[in-house]
Each structure stands twice: as structure tokens, then as C-alpha cells.
């Protein structure tokens, strides 16, 4: 927020708590997390594509010292030049710079200039066998689920963890996207869904049916499981305090959990070229 961020504009929510409890939902430990302290400011939840918009808007605004940049998008990058600093796009543009930063993902062709391997054979891709079902739920339906109501007390938002030691990846997250919206995510072994999701050749599968989640998370207390779910229940099957709720999205995804193979520290640089982000260490969910 120092650097000019309009809160209103990222209609966040503060994150200043953390929870770790049972599959039955029993509370392990809560902890303050306060980064006030340490960075002279609160860390908050906000939508990526209202943090984009709004580096976007202090980006290019006039009113900032300095000149304003130019923001190109919907560019293919095709080659980097690390001793050069020079990069191509598929449309055969080619843009020069004393530094090139590398921040584009887990399919960085920054990464491959950095490493000289064209295969990414060096710092490539690897799948974990584990996926994440994901779904969006209204704040309201935590508020109104007494066994989860505790996420939504005023002035304590966070992230809860319900980890099932026992089988030592069955792991549910929930946190708040938004002021009016949750993040479910539910991580499990990729098991049956190999097939589905080499024969999509993408990472992300969705309208996954709510029957293999609950299936999937037996040993969770039914107020987890219902968590969830409840965005892919149809609407006449949803329990009547949350019908009336605006769902966000009313699918639940699946989603491939990739790593990179390491890089260490020293070969996150090259000529003019530096790595940041995915491109230079994806985080897992157990990180």
C-alpha cells in the first residue's frame, strides 16, 4: 500500500491468521501472522487479475516519477538471447535490453536461455502424482456452516489447513479470495485421473463430478467435505442456507500439481537475463 495500491480497487481481505487442525476438524494450533513488523505492512487475499490491474494502473500512471513504460501483451516469446539481452516473438518483433527478466511460468523459455537446454532436460517440468480440487465458495456459506464459522469472525482471516497425517497427502486449504469469496483446494494422489489428463494435454481438467471428491476425502469430517463440494452441487441439492448464495463459479476443477527440477541459486542468472517466479522455482502445496 506504500507505493500508492488503492485498497477499495483490490477488494481484499487481511491475512493475519493461521489454522491447523484434524481431518475431523479439531484444532491442532492457531497462530497470529502479522507482517506489519517486518514490512511495515499487512499482507492481504486479492484476486490475481485485481493485482494485475492495479500494478498495471501504478505501472503506467503519469503521476509516478520516472517515464512511463511501455506494456506490450499478447506476445509468443520464441528465443532469448542471454549474452545480448535480446528477445523474439512468434510475430518476429524483437525487443533489446540491458536486463531481461524472466517471469513467465512453469514453461519459461527464459529458463531454457538461462540453462542452454533446449529439452528442459536441465530445470524442466516434473509432475508430483498429486492433484488439487479446486472451487470457489461465498463467504457467506463459511459464515453460515457453524463447524467452519471461525474463519469469518471479524478482524481474523487466514488460511485453515486440515491435514491428514496418516496418509501424508490428503491435505484440504481454505482462505478468502476476496471479501465475498473463498478458495477451496483439496490435494490428493493423481491416481485415476493420469488418463483424462494426458489425453487433455493440459494440467487442469474441469466439472469434476462431487461424488470423486467426497470419494476421495472419506476420512474428512462431512463439514470438509461438504466445503469442497458445495460449488458443484446443483442448486436444488444444495442445503437451504447456502441456495440463495452468489457462487463465484458452480464447477469444481482438478488441477495437475507440477514442479521444476531444482536450479540452483547460481544458474537462476545468465548474460543479461535473471530468473524470478515459476520460471525459477515452482512452489508445490507442500511448500
Known amino acids: ?41 499487512p499482507s492481504i487475499f486479492a484476486r490475481r487479475s485485481l493485482i494485475q ?22 506476445l509468443t516469446i520464441t528465443a532469448i538471447d542471454a549474452e545480448a539481452g535480446r528477445v523474439t516473438c512468434s510475430d518476429g518483433q524483437v525487443f533489446c535490453g540491458d536486463l531481461v527478466v524472466g517471469a513467465d511460468g512453469i514453461r519459461s523459455v527464459a529458463r531454457r536461455a538461462v540453462t542452454s537446454s533446449p529439452d528442459d532436460s536441465i530445470g524442466g517440468i516434473s509432475n508430483t502424482g498429486l492433484v488439487g480440487y479446486m472451487s470457489i465458495v461465498p463467504a457467506v456459506y463459511f459464515a453460515e456452516t457453524p463447524e467452519l464459522a471461525f474463519m469469518t469472525t471479524p478482524g481474523q482471516q487466514g488460511i485453515a489447513q486440515w491435514s491428514d497425517n496418516a496418509s501424508n497427502v490428503h491435505r484440504v486449504l481454505a482462505y478468502p479470495c476476496s471479501a465475498e469469496h473463498f478458495e477451496v483446494f483439496g490435494f490428493a494422489r493423481e491416481g485415476a485421473w493420469t488418463d483424462a489428463l494426458d489425453a487433455n494435454r493440459s494440467s487442469i481438467l474441469h466439472d469434476i463430478p462431487a461424488a470423486a471428491v467426497q470419494q476421495d476425502f472419506a476420512s474428512f469430517a462431512p463439514c470438509i ?22 457462487f463465484a463459479s458452480t464447477e469444481i476443477s482438478l488441477w495437475r500439481i507440477r514442479d521444476t527440477k531444482p536450479l540452483p541459486a547460481s544458474a537462476w542468472t545468465k548474460g543479461r537475463i535473471c530468473l524470478t517466479g515459476d520460471a525459477a522455482h515452482a512452489v508445490t502445496p507442500r511448500e
Open 1 to 41: 500500500m506504500a507505493e500508492g495500491a488503492d485498497e477499495d480497487r483490490l477488494h481484499g481481505a487481511l491475512l493475519n491468521q493461521l489454522w491447523d487442525l484434524t481431518p475431523n476438524n479439531e484444532l491442532i494450533g492457531a497462530e497470529s501472522f502479522d507482517t506489519r513488523p517486518i514490512f511495515g505492512a
Open 53 to 74: 490491474a492495479e500494478l498495471y494502473r501504478l505501472a503506467t500512471s503519469p503521476e509516478r516519477a520516472g517515464a512511463v513504460p511501455r506494456i506490450i501483451d499478447g
Open 225 to 246: 467435505r461438504n466445503m469442497l463440494t458445495v460449488a458443484g452441487q446443483s442448486a436444488s441439492s444444495r442445503s437451504r442456507a447456502c441456495i440463495a448464495h452468489t
